[in-house]
């Protein structure tokens, strides 16, 4: 899907009288990649119905692009899911970051030099901005909760990560209907006794990791290796995680995995993996539509 937006000339401080005269068409597409950690995409235009012309109008094109990047990519921004009932939109309704917060994410993408089309007709550029840096902006806590210690704690293996497979429909906790989980920046663990297991609190951002949970597609976890994983999984969920099958889904958006209370048990009744849970090597397996799509 496509997104249009008009940035003033005035604005964008290229010619007094084309700024008088034109306004620029921006046409923009953006792509998040959940397992890969990144949004990505293009903005460009059509440099006849601006006004520009080759090759005195390069220039002015590109500086047009790079001043009007943070507006064009703030909605996108907006958009994205923080947890099951808020998206970073919300976050700046309730002034809890503001829209210069945004802005300097954008200032920090990837961006690739502007290039123009075969037929010289359109400028465009791509670009990238990792969720880890939206991610690190956003948690701000200080003090790290402890995960629940059981009274009664069950022998466990020490694990090197545990990977959640959500790939089918599930049930919705508290409705009579099944959907595919969807991706989120700080999704909430819980078990089938709907106790939590796991959230942003927990996470430690202190340390090596910067995300407090990863994503990965079906693929990653059913390949002709010894392990059965890709190597960046393995890499990053060691050699022997915890397996465990979602039960369910819950919250007002279907981002947080119900695990059942026997796999909560096998977490939390051992020091090493409660750690795991404060170095957020935790990946979630979804549904491949849910990991990589269109930012609408």
């Known amino acids: 899907m496509r997104r249009f937006f008009l940035v003033m000339a005035i604005g964008i401080m290229i010619s007094p009288v084309f700024a008088q005269e034109r306004a620029i068409s921006f046409e923009t597409s953006v792509l998040v990649n959940w397992a890969q950690g990144e949004l990505s995409g293009q903005t460009g235009f059509n440099l006849a119905q601006a006004g520009l012309r080759l090759p005195t109008g390069r220039y ?12 064009l990519l703030q909605p996108y921004l907006l958009s994205l899911r923080v947890d099951s009932t808020t998206t970073i939109r919300d976050l700046v309704d309730l002034g809890e970051i503001s829209l210069q917060d945004l802005n300097n994410i954008c200032r920090e993408a990837v961006i690739a030099a502007p290039h123009l089309s075969t037929d010289l007709s359109r400028m465009t550029n791509s670009f990238k901005i990792t969720t880890e840096k939206i991610s690190t902006m956003l948690i701000r806590h200080r003090n790290i909760n ?34 595919f989980m969807e991706p989120c920046l700080f999704p909430k663990i819980w078990d089938t006794d709907m106790n939590l297991v796991y959230d942003q609190s927990m996470f430690d951002i202190r340390g090596e990791n910067k995300l407090m949970i990863r994503y990965a597609g079906r693929q990653s976890i059913f390949r002709s290796t010894p392990s059965g994983m890709d ?21 007002a958006s279907p981002t947080d995995p119900v695990i059942d209370h026997s796999d909560a048990m096998l977490i939390l009744s051992s020091e090493n993996n409660r750690r795991l849970l404060s170095e957020g090597r935790i990946v979630l397996v979804l549904n491949e539509d849910q990991v990589l799509h269109t930012i609408e």
């Open 60 to 71: 002015q094109g590109e500086e047009a692009l790079r001043e009007a990047f943070p507006q």
């Open 231 to 251: 190597s960046e999984l393995l890499a990053f969920a060691g050699p022997n995680p915890l397996r465990i099958i979602a039960r369910g889904v819950f919250g």
């Open 146 to 179: 402890e995960p629940l210690r059981p009274l009664l704690p069950v022998h466990t293996p020490d694990y090197t990560g545990i990977i959640i497979i959500a790939t089918d429909e599930l049930p919705i906790h508290g409705r009579l209907t099944r959907t």
